[in-house]
């Protein structure tokens, strides 16, 4: 069977990285976006269970991102969790409308982010 | 029970209290009268209050238990439930006149909403089940379902609204 797939969207090369550390011995296939716009692309590419997406980058923020995912019957059902910082943390009512599914604030906490994916995954 | 409304307080009914915003893994209490705002997924919210000192609380949890790995925080239910009894005890709340409220644990997904054992319902089942250990009563909830929520809980009165995301 083949793996399922998560996309992680975020421009920070150090929060990548920490978010692949950590899902790294799940069962699951790991892409890689660096901001909306390619997310959305690698996106309707590759076609992931559950994306990861962060809210402040350049070209597209994550919340735009979302949307344009929700507007397309190829992604719109995909579960999205927004990766935010506290001080964004007041803005995730935007990430709400848009249809996010849930939400994680950084730092990241292994536990926590491991514990959402699988429940997002079915696992 | 008592009535939950779904509609946002109006500026008179917060204009005399102070405002805070919980973070998930946070604990807020207060014995001055707050209107605390939180926004929950499948995180659940314990609100509790004492109605006779008009002292009260919440926390916002993302885990439903600390089994020893890391570091034991209130990002954990059976940790941040009894840290917001301990805190609210600090201040001078009386344990056997406490309140409880819970809401949250959402599954925004349709596939898995009928599993037994999401995330947001583990977080829910670990909060009514130490309620009823600290024998406290719970009045009020409005948990499950698939869409977040935001919240926003009065600290002296235990009034509380949900505005489902």
């Known amino acids: 069977m083949a793996a399922r797939k998560i996309l992680l969207v975020d421009d920070s090369e150090t929060i990548l990285q920490m978010e692949q550390m950590i899902l790294a011995k799940e069962p699951y296939e790991l892409f890689v976006a660096r901001d909306g716009v390619e997310g959305v692309a690698r996106a309707l590419e590759c076609s992931p269970d559950l994306i990861l997406m962060d809210v402040v980058m350049p070209r597209m923020g994550g919340f735009e991102a979302l949307r344009e995912l929700r507007g397309n019957h190829l992604t719109s059902t995909v579960p999205v969790v927004m990766v935010t910082t506290k001080a964004e943390a007041d803005s995730i009512e935007t990430g709400y409308a848009s249809g996010c599914s849930d939400y994680i604030v950084k730092p990241i906490d292994s536990m926590e982010l491991i514990a959402k994916v699988r429940d997002l995954m079915g696992d | 029970m008592l009535p939950l409304s779904t509609l946002t307080p109006s500026s008179t009914e917060t204009s005399e209290r102070?405002?805070?915003?919980?973070?998930?893994?946070?604990?807020?209490?207060?014995?001055?009268?707050?209107?605390?705002?939180?926004?929950?997924?499948?995180?659940?919210?314990?609100?509790?209050?004492?109605?006779?000192?008009?002292?009260?609380?919440?926390?916002?949890?993302?885990?439903?238990?600390?089994?020893?790995?890391?570091?034991?925080?209130?990002?954990?239910?059976?940790?941040?439930?009894?840290?917001?009894?301990?805190?609210?005890?600090?201040?001078?709340?009386?344990?056997?006149?406490?309140?409880?409220?819970?809401?949250?644990?959402?599954?925004?997904?349709?596939?898995?909403?009928?599993?037994?054992?999401?995330?947001?319902?583990?977080?829910?089942?670990v909060a009514r089940h130490l309620l009823e250990c600290e024998s406290i009563p719970l009045v009020s909830h409005d948990v499950g379902g698939q869409r977040g929520r935001k919240l926003i809980f009065h600290t002296d009165d235990g009034a509380a609204w949900v505005k489902t995301l």
């Open chain 2, 18 to 125: 102070a405002t805070a915003y919980v973070h998930p893994g946070e604990v807020f209490v207060s014995a001055r009268s707050h209107a605390v705002t939180t926004i929950l997924g499948s995180c659940v919210a314990v609100c509790l209050w004492d109605p006779t000192t008009r002292i009260g609380g919440l926390n916002h949890f993302l885990l439903p238990s600390f089994t020893g790995q890391g570091l034991a925080s209130p990002r954990f239910g059976n940790v941040a439930i009894k840290e917001l009894v301990a805190q609210l005890a600090q201040l001078g709340s009386q344990r056997h006149n406490l309140l409880a409220k819970i809401f949250g644990g959402a599954c925004v997904l349709e596939a898995f909403r009928q599993r037994q054992h999401h995330l947001g319902m583990k977080n829910v089942e």
